[in-house]
């Protein structure tokens, strides 16, 4: 976390621009099927493992990452850093309710100063490059993207050039959700135990079962296979 935030400081006082992404086991498992989505996170400046399952893979495979850090974790410290710094962010993504929620809750913690502008996440294709366009002329130094993948991700690469006025851009899943207060996060315990994706799916099991049951099943699959790959060698 310290060694990414430390890296976004610099892009900042630079003027240059940094393309974070995180990655979970679901969206490993994602990426060996969808090429463009792949390549959208291959290419990015900095990678962050979200999933604790990631790092504890990581370990096991003998390449240990130092630690998980969480999208929302890194959002809300870089939020705070660009409030006593006077930068300026834009929120991209969830439902028009819900980022209105979070602009006004910044607005009251920071001050009307700290958001460059936002929009919600109902878009359609033909419409990107201009809300790319009137990102980049915000003025905003971070933009958070709270869109669902790889739609995220695929837009801050496809953009990555008109974009290139904002130092630093990430996309954030359902941070907004959580931090408007709309969806529950999972108790602290829970986060470290690396089981907040079972507080998740216990939330919305409809709608997260495939995600994380089927996507976790696939992804300790593919370490498996990666393990033996190793021992053969």
Same mark, same amino acid.
């Given at each position: 976390?310290?060694?990414?935030?430390?890296?976004?400081?610099?892009?900042?006082?630079?003027?240059?621009?940094?393309?974070?992404?995180?990655?979970?086991?679901?969206?490993?498992?994602?990426?060996?099927?969808?090429?463009?989505?792949?390549?959208?996170?291959?290419?990015?400046?900095?990678?962050?493992?979200?999933?604790?399952?990631?790092? =504890?893979?990581?370990?096991?495979?003998?390449?240990?990452?130092?630690?998980?850090?969480?999208?929302?974790?890194?959002?809300?410290?870089?939020?705070?850093?660009?409030?006593?710094?006077?930068?300026?962010?834009?929120?991209?993504?969830?439902?028009e309710?819900?980022?209105?929620?979070?602009?006004?809750?910044?607005?009251?913690?920071?001050?009307?100063?700290?958001?460059?502008?936002?929009?919600?996440?109902?878009?359609?294709?033909?419409?990107?490059?201009?809300?790319?366009?009137?990102i980049?002329e915000?003025?905003?130094?971070?933009?958070?993207?709270?869109?669902?993948s790889?739609?995220?991700?695929?837009?801050?690469?496809?953009?990555?050039?008109?974009?290139?006025?904002?130092?630093?851009?990430?996309?954030?899943?359902?941070?907004?959700?959580?931090?408007?207060?709309?969806?529950?996060?999972?108790?602290? =315990?829970?986060?470290?135990?690396?089981?907040? =994706?079972?507080?998740?799916?216990?939330q919305?099991?409809?709608?997260?079962?495939?995600?994380?049951?089927?996507?976790n099943?696939?992804?300790? =699959?593919?370490?498996?296979?990666?393990?033996?790959?190793?021992?053969?060698?």
């Amino acid at each position: 976390m310290q060694e990414t935030l430390e890296m976004v400081q610099k892009a900042i006082e630079e003027k240059k621009q940094l393309h974070h992404v995180v990655v979970n086991a679901g969206k490993i498992v994602q990426m060996q099927n969808d090429y463009e989505l792949k390549e959208s996170v291959n290419s990015s400046d900095i990678i962050n493992a979200d999933g604790q399952a990631v790092v =504890w893979a990581s370990r096991y495979l003998g390449k240990p990452l130092k630690e998980r850090v969480a999208g929302i974790d890194l959002m809300i410290n870089l939020v705070e850093y660009a409030s006593k710094k006077n930068y300026k962010i834009y929120l991209l993504g969830a439902k028009e309710e819900v980022v209105k929620t979070v602009v006004n809750l910044y607005k009251k913690n920071y001050g009307d100063h700290i958001i460059a502008g936002y929009r919600n996440g109902y878009f359609k294709k033909d419409e990107q490059i201009q809300i790319a366009k009137e990102i980049s002329e915000s003025g905003a130094n971070m933009l958070f993207v709270a869109i669902s993948s790889p739609m995220k991700e695929n837009f801050l690469y496809d953009y990555r050039d008109q974009l290139k006025a904002v130092n630093f851009i990430m996309g954030v899943g359902g941070s907004f959700d959580v931090i408007s207060g709309k969806v529950k996060r999972a108790p602290r =315990w829970m986060q470290k135990a690396g089981l907040e =994706w079972l507080f998740r799916f216990l939330q919305e099991p409809r709608r997260m079962w495939k995600r994380y049951l089927v996507g976790n099943t696939k992804f300790i =699959w593919m370490v498996m296979k990666e393990k033996m790959r190793q021992v053969k060698e």
